[in-house]
T-cell receptor, first 112, second 112 residues
Framework: SQELEQSPQSLIVQEGKNLTINCTSSKTLYGLYWYKQKYGEGLIFLMMLQKGGEEKSHEKITAKLDEKKQQSSLHITASQPSHAGTYLCGAVRSGSARQLTFGSGTQLTVLP | EPEVTQTPSHQVTQMGQEVILRCVPISNHLYFYWYRQILGQKVEFLVSFYNNEISEKSEIFDDQFSVERPDGSNFTLKIRSTKLEDSAMYFC??????????FGDGTRLSIL
């Protein structure tokens, strides 16, 4: 089965600092999704990556899917307290499946 | 922006009772999903639904679970005889073909 490992498990940064979260798969990724979750709330879609080497940005967040399609990174530039929350990567395990398998999440705290 | 809505936000039920969790997906979406998240654990896939039938289901989705789209707007998850271990946050999601899944805020189910 698809397993996704996220690192680090938690991260505390000072406001204004850059940070990177990684998501590594044991198998080829057919689609990789990044979501943000605040405690006790739903998942907010951030970005979708499907092609090896693909990179997408939205505001201060950039996500990349490596060429071999087994690892993705999420980079936040000049972090703000509003970036705090748990970041989850989710993957589709085959070209035809739709179910998402999620990593354990990275809990981000941004200190003002 | 259209969103997925879930009701109730919190449901408390006695063990052995039936419970129905309700979702209104985004109106033009065709694919519907249920996931659950036990406190402190990963978000886990339960079932996906397309064209009025189940398209995928996980091992968790056993005979005590069922899904239904009773009309053109609602999507429900029924748990027939609840167990203590069914206590979790249940998320509904919807999507278009090969597009990101959008999640609701969840229903917190507490089994006593």
């Amino acid at each position: 089965s698809q397993e996704l490992e996220q690192s680090p498990q938690s991260l505390i940064v000072q406001e204004g600092k850059n940070l990177t979260i990684n998501c590594t798969s044991s198998k080829t990724l057919y689609g990789l999704y990044w979501y943000k979750q605040k405690y006790g709330e739903g998942l907010i879609f951030l970005m979708m990556l499907q092609k090896g080497g693909e990179e997408k940005s939205h505001e201060k967040i950039t996500a990349k899917l490596d060429e071999k399609k087994q690892q993705s990174s999420l980079h936040i530039t000049a972090s703000q307290p509003s970036h705090a929350g748990t970041y989850l990567c989710g993957a589709v395990r085959s070209g035809s499946a739709r179910q998402l398998t999620f990593g354990s999440g990275t809990q981000l705290t941004v200190l003002p | 922006e259209p969103e997925v809505t879930q009701t109730p936000s919190h449901q408390v039920t006695q063990m052995g009772q039936e419970v129905i969790l309700r979702c209104v997906p985004i109106s033009n979406h065709l694919y519907f999903y249920w996931y659950r998240q036990i406190l402190g654990q990963k978000v886990e896939f339960l079932v996906s639904f397309y064209n009025n039938e189940i398209s995928e289901k996980s091992e968790i989705f056993d005979d005590q679970f069922s899904v239904e789209r009773p009309d053109g707007s609602n999507f429900t998850l029924k748990i027939r005889s609840t167990k203590l271990e069914d206590s979790a946050m249940y998320f509904c999601a919807s999507s278009l073909y090969n597009q990101p899944q959008h999640f609701g805020d969840g229903t917190r189910l507490s089994i006593l």
